[in-house]
């Protein structure tokens, strides 16, 4: 097979994302609800305050842009980074609906930002950077555009075994169906999963007083049905490869997504634990 060019990479994620937007549209205040929390992480990672100049990476439907927004005040203004405008549209309506008049959304590739140096007062990033072909460019871009003493903050997936909600659906889908084994250094869901791993970077970019924790929560779902419900129309890597199986071959994958779902029923609920690795890093004054 034909190794794809990071453009490629970039190319193809950006027409996936816009795919989902109106799932992720959809499933907006679940989603909110059930993970307000990262974004608070986030923004007290990034010592966000009253009148500071902010860049949020991978912002899809606008989190944690907006609750940045929100916390920096009308003194202050957020840029909202994304590379698929559908999802940017989203987010675009949720800032009409919340009255916000100092954040901004726009497309772009945070592995060439269209920003100056020393332009921003923090950098935050959910579930943005791991997809990245060159996570690397982008903790260097990251690292020009902050002013000296300022702090990134990002959010990316950790291991696996502490996400099922995660690895239930390729689970199921690898007992109907042969996969390759993934590549463990291509951008993926995963890819930033080990500690140290996006910590190396932020310090091999020049920025000090590195901090990599591994922060552990949980959602829930109603059921095992509106979990499965979600996935379908939310996670674009799982809809490409559902798009290959036959009819019953869908129907028996949605049986044991379903099916091991259960086994985290708490109460009325699917309660999912999770584990996200939370990074953060300054600038040198």
């Keep these: 097979m034909t190794q794809q060019t990071p453009e490629q990479i970039i190319e193809g994620q950006r027409q996936d994302w816009n795919r989902v937007a109106g799932g992720w549209e959809k499933w907006d205040r679940f989603f909110d609800e059930q993970m307000a929390f990262l974004n608070h992480r986030l923004v007290a990672d990034a010592r966000l305050r009253a009148g500071m100049q902010v860049l ?13 927004a929100q916390t920096v005040g009308q003194t202050g203004s957020v840029i909202g980074l994304d590379l698929a405008e559908q999802m940017l549209a989203v987010a675009r309506r949720k800032t009409r609906a919340l009255g916000l008049a100092n954040v901004t959304f726009r497309t772009g590739d945070a592995t060439a930002l269209p920003f100056e140096a020393n332009s921003f007062d923090a950098v935050t990033s959910r579930f943005c950077l791991m ?3 060159e996570i690397s460019k982008a903790a260097a871009e990251i690292a020009r555009v902050l002013k000296p003493g300022s702090w990134v903050a990002a959010a990316v997936w950790s291991s696996p075994d502490k996400n099922p909600s995660i690895g239930l659906s390729m689970e199921a889908i690898k007992k109907v169906v042969e996969l390759p084994p993934p590549d463990p ?11 140290g791993d996006l910590a190396g970077m932020f310090q091999q970019a020049g920025l000090v007083d590195v901090t990599d924790q591994e922060f552990l929560a949980e959602w829930s779902y109603a059921s095992a049905e509106e979990y499965y419900t979600s996935l379908m129309e939310i996670a674009a890597p799982v809809q490409n490869l559902m798009a290959k199986l036959s009819a019953p071959q869908v129907q028996e994958v949605r049986r044991l997504i379903t099916q091991a779902a259960t086994q985290y029923l708490r109460g009325n609920c699917i309660t999912f634990p999770l584990a996200v690795r939370m990074v953060a890093a300054r600038k040198l004054l």
Excluded: E, M, N, W
């Design 56 to 68: 949020d990476l991978g912002s899809g439907t606008g989190y944690p842009a907006l609750l940045g």
């Design 131 to 133: 997809f990245l072909p």
């Design 185 to 195: 250094t291509a951008p993926g869901i995963f890819r930033l999963a080990k500690p």
